[in-house]
């Protein structure tokens, strides 16, 4: 199959589409295995009819907005997928929000219905949502856990269904066009508070037939995903790619080094993204045999700089046949370039791989104007993958999507001669925590409102086994004081863990420029030495 020839039944239409046509195609193919949950792909398209038909009769209507809130479980890809056969809009919350931050996704989506669970890592979910923040939400049910007060089961919530025929079904299914809103995913930014990414069915679609292609993910892979749902990666490059190719999807929880071993050597897996961590922490460990992963066929890496010697341990202890990695953000559909398959592992740890075919990527400078190859500048992509826009936020969408459409992404980077990206740097003020990108103007803001803090500054700093961590400097207010503990404690409170600083320093002031803003070069270089 050609790098620009992605199956053209699959490139538009909608999930639901795909799912169907799956079904028709490999209907006795394994389609989702959770524990003793084994779904063919017949199965799955009718368990999913069966759960929008309940999502019709919670009251929810073409456009309204649906949030899934819980770890990598068949349950979470049913629900979804029923959402949209429904014609409701995905909005994925991260597992590791608290309850404020995720009542403030569902409260600026408008979300009316939330599935979630009460037994995860000891964390009971809607139990920290604060209800009166979240004023449009009316229906929780309980994917998996104790069923808390003023919630439904799951398969209470199945049995509504039946009040719903498959011809009020089917006539909301076909009226769900390829234009239509399929998710909207919330990232951070630079102004501290999140805002919903709004993409479409086809331009995912199509996005993610070309990544199928360019990866090499086939027909009857076995895919184990540690990469979590409410992410791109895990969501779109996992289970939707895997039922567009008709691969089987293998949920998991939490990344459990042991638990992928076993599912790995159990299940056959065929394909396990990851991160180089991952992969050095399963060859470490005593359960590790290389029998036990003979399966392995594909690994897909994180846009990381890798050292090939590392890879090439990868590839010859693990056993992958292919090794790609690439990068994306959420604005562009989590996905803007990838390595090929057939990619000299050179390639792989060196650069993040080619633009996918159909996307315009330019490196400019600050005024816009694009600069010769091999000179660094502002990645900036054009092109179908490109987000509708932010959530009712004009003035950031302007200013993230220019008038010609290009999405400026905030990070730095170079095109070589063979048309290979190289990211090198970071326009925004952020930093990677095992990952997950941690802003720290929102974590500046959240720290801000503790009764004892008068200033705070936030930058990330290097980390051995996290690639980077949050270091935040403080300014106790006047006749208060604070420590280093009780910040950490606050934040433990108020904010996901990887966004908890890992160091605190309580200062009498922080370094200022001309312009009054905080000087963080100078924060960094105070604790470098």
């Known amino acids: ?70 770890p990598n479980c068949a349950r979470w890809v049913i629900a979804a997928l029923a959402l949209q056969r429904a014609g409701a809009v995905l909005v994925p919350l991260n597992t590791r929000f608290v309850g404020d931050e995720a009542a403030y996704v569902l409260a600026k989506a408008g979300v009316r219905l939330l599935f ?22 009316n229906r929780i049910v309980i ?39 399929s998710d909207i995913l919330f990232t951070s930014g630079t102004t501290g508070a999140p805002k919903g990414a709004m993409c479409t069915h086809g331009q995912t679609l199509r996005a993610y037939a070309v990544w199928s292609t360019v990866v090499g993910l086939r027909e009857g892979d076995r ?31 939490t990344l459990d080094v ?23 922490t399963m060859l470490e460990h005593p359960a590790f045999s290389a029998d036990g992963i003979a399966s392995l ?51 792989v740890a060196s650069s993040c791989g080619r633009p996918l075919p159909g996307l315009e990527v330019r490196i400019v400078d600050p005024s816009g104007a694009e600069v010769p190859t091999g000179s660094e500048g502002e990645i900036v992509v054009r092109g179908y993958t490109v987000m509708r826009g932010y959530l009712d936020e004009p003035e950031e969408t302007a200013a993230t ?28 003020d952020m930093f990677i925590v095992g990952g997950f990108n941690a802003y720290p103007a929102e974590i500046e803001k959240i720290l801000s409102r503790h009764e004892s803090i008068a200033q705070v500054a936030v930058i990330g700093i290097p980390d051995e086994r996290m690639g980077e961590v949050g270091a935040a400097f403080v300014i106790p207010r006047a006749h208060a004081t604070i420590t280093p503990d009780e910040v950490i404690a606050y934040s433990r409170e108020h904010m ?34």
Request: net charge negative.
């Open 401 to 428: 999507i220019d008038e010609q459409g290009w999405l400026h992404t905030g990070d730095i980077g170079t095109v070589d001669d063979l048309g290979m990206l190289h990211i090198t740097d970071r326009i925004k």
């Open 496 to 529: 996901a863990n990887y966004k908890v600083p890992r160091q605190v320093y309580v200062v009498d002031s922080l370094p200022m420029n001309a312009s009054g803003k905080v000087v963080k070069n100078v924060l960094r270089e105070s604790i470098a030495h």
């Open 258 to 280: 042991p638990l992928v071993l076993d599912a790995v050597r159990n299940e056959r897996i065929t394909v396990l993204p990851g991160t180089p961590t991952l992969y050095q």
């Open 1 to 70: 199959m050609s790098d620009d020839d992605p199956r053209g039944d699959l490139a538009w239409g909608t999930t639901s589409g795909v799912l169907a046509a799956t079904a028709a195609r490999v209907p006795t193919q394994e389609a989702l295995v959770d524990g003793d949950l084994r779904l063919t792909y017949a199965e799955l398209d009718a368990t999913v009819s069966e759960a929008a038909r309940a999502v019709m009769a919670a009251g929810i209507d073409a456009g309204d907005r649906v949030a899934i809130w819980g």
């Open 223 to 253: 895919y184990l995903i540690v990469n979590p749902f409410f992410h791109g990666f895990g969501y779109k490059a996992g289970w939707l790619a895997s039922i567009m190719m008709g691969a089987t999807i293998v949920p998991a929880k």
């Open 297 to 347: 066929r594909l690994s897909v890496l994180g846009a990381a700089n890798i050292p090939p010697t590392l890879l090439y341990r990868i590839k010859e202890a693990m056993g992958f046949e292919d090794i790609v990695t690439g990068y994306g953000l959420t604005e562009s559909c989590a996905i803007v370039s990838m390595c090929r398959y057939d990619d000299p592992l050179e390639t």
């Open 116 to 137: 979630t669970v009460t037994d995860f890592l000891d964390r009971d979910y809607p139990a920290s949502l604060p209800r009166d923040a979240v004023p449009d939400l």
């Open 143 to 181: 994917i998996s856990g104790p069923v808390d007060d003023g919630c439904e089961s799951w398969d209470v919530f199945l049995a509504g269904g039946g009040s719903v025929d498959g011809d009020a079904l089917a006539a909301r299914t076909a009226s769900i066009g390829s234009d239509d809103l």
